[in-house]
């Protein structure tokens, strides 16, 4: 059948779809606050209801972490598709869970009362819903639901026809900690899918589509270095003994060279080296730095880095190694002269494809280890990490997705990467050897895991229909 009259349903249907997804996002599904978690389960249900009125029969099914404490829950369902359907078996990851809205006082309205407006003056594009988990990931999600939902209108059929299997889940703003479990667990079903789809990225810019086709991985760190065994009185000790702040900061000053290459033996060893190909091809989406770092206050001198590679080189394709934040002595108002007992950075690296993050991780331990201050010990955590992926350019499914994407919104999709790291890529890759395209439609200003997020509703609009002609394209339309 034509795609078009699926099209129009979602047209016709488009506010409706709109007031459903302000439905979702007045629930406040905040999965790192354990206050939360009624209402986390509460999304999750919501979720389960709206697949099941497209013909599918969703669960809501339980999760346990590694160390066997309660999940949050995961959004599963199955579609076996028609007898005669020939194409992939595509598994679709989203997550209904959100980031904390705090600092609550910089949001213009109620996180979790959606506002759907019109740019203000001085602000790009258009119209737009303004929400905590707005774009992240509650309004990527939809695009796929709707999608869903009008197949099901117009055809009578679950995906119109095609084979899928959904996992949404709960956890991915807090680590997805039973994500691992749940997948182990249920690797003989999804052991049969083909390729996975997830819409939790962006565009190149407004109307500009683009399909993301490899993100960097992650190593996440934290280190602590112990001194004395209380605080220290500055003015006695001061000049006697090691200060941990002072001592830590010489130390992670050291992992840069004057190239900005990182310092630590062997992190090098397994990047997969930029092509020439991929470097031209990058060059031609004229990518502007000076503009970029002007958006974010920062003057051109800014546009620093590791030598020998562009803005967009590094962050789509280098490894990278930064402080997050550093913790030690008195920092509340005043003065307070003390030596600490104490300090701690929080430490991460981006890791591109074939770079292991335990393998980092072990490497930079051992690198803080053999620049140990004199009297100073130790303690080393290991939050969480995930494998970068790549995924091949040309293989049929991203050509379906090429296809899709070109006939809903009349432009041809850039192929692009992304610095940053969806952890449940690198899972599916490494536990099932399944590949994964991202076709998301966000924007870079659309203040993710900020006050004030936002989903602009023409973005909106070219995901659901990409959605669509997607599962036209996957059933041989």
């Not at 117009?154 to 949404?168: D, E, F, Q, S, Y």
């Not at 789809?197 to 270095?225: F, H, N, Q, W």
């Not at 952890?423 to 399944?434: D, F, N, S, T």
Request: proline share 6%.
């Amino acid at each position: 059948m034509s795609v078009d009259r699926v099209l129009s349903w979602l047209e016709s249907n488009e506010q409706a779809g709109v007031d459903r997804l302000c439905d979702w996002l007045r629930i406040p599904s905040i999965s790192t606050d354990p206050k939360f978690a009624g209402d986390v389960r509460r999304a999750a249900e919501w979720c389960a209801a709206h697949l099941r009125e497209s013909g599918v029969d969703a669960e809501v099914r339980d999760t346990t972490t590694k160390d066997g404490e309660p999940g949050h829950p995961i959004v599963y369902a199955h579609i076996e598709g028609d007898a005669s359907y020939t194409g992939p078996h595509v598994l679709f990851y989203g997550h209904y869970d959100v980031q904390p809205v705090d600092p609550i006082h910089l949001w213009e309205s109620d996180p979790f009362q959606p506002v759907v407006r019109d740019a203000r003056p001085g602000e790009p594009g258009g119209k737009r819903i303004v929400a905590r988990g707005a774009v992240d990931d509650k309004g990527q999600v939809m695009m796929f639901l709707e999608a869903m939902r009008a197949w099901k209108e117009v055809t009578g059929k679950p995906a119109g026809g095609a084979r899928m299997t959904i996992l949404i889940e709960g956890e991915e703003e807090s680590g997805s900690v039973s994500l691992e479990p749940f997948v182990k667990a249920n690797a003989s079903d999804l052991k049969t899918c083909d390729i996975c789809l997830i819409s939790d990225t962006g565009m190149l810019g407004r109307g500009k589509p683009a399909i993301t086709y490899g993100v960097r991985g992650l190593a996440y760190t934290e280190v602590v270095l112990h001194a004395s065994n209380q605080d220290l009185h500055s003015g006695l000790w001061g000049g006697r003994c090691p200060n941990p702040i002072t001592e830590l900061s010489r130390v992670l000053a050291q992992l840069h060279d004057k190239k900005r290459r990182v310092t630590i033996p062997g992190f090098y060893d397994d990047v997969v080296p930029l092509s020439k190909k991929e470097r031209e091809n990058w060059k031609k989406l004229k990518f502007n730095a000076r503009a970029a770092l002007k958006q974010i206050g920062l003057p051109p001198a800014a546009d620093i880095g590791e030598q020998g590679y562009t803005a967009m080189e590094r962050e789509w394709g280098r490894p990278t190694a930064e402080i997050n934040g550093m913790l030690g002595g008195y920092t509340g108002p005043g003065a307070k002269t003390v030596i600490p007992s104490h300090a701690s950075a929080k430490v991460s690296f981006r890791l591109v494809a074939n770079q292991d993050p335990a393998k980092v991780t072990k490497a930079f331990f051992k690198w803080c280890k053999e620049r140990t201050p004199p009297g100073c010990r130790w303690e080393f955590i290991d939050h969480h990490g995930g494998l970068g992926v790549t995924t091949p350019i040309e293989s049929p499914t991203m050509k379906r997705v090429e296809r899709a994407i070109k006939k809903a919104t009349g432009k041809s999709p850039a192929l692009i990467k992304s610095g940053g790291s969806i952890p449940v890529a690198g899972m599916l890759k490494g536990r099932l050897g399944i590949d994964t395209i991202f076709m998301g439609f966000g924007l870079d200003d659309d203040r993710v895991h900020s006050p004030n997020e936002k989903f602009e509703l023409d973005c909106y609009r070219l995901g659901a229909r990409s959605h669509a002609v997607l599962l036209h394209e996957l059933i041989g339309g």
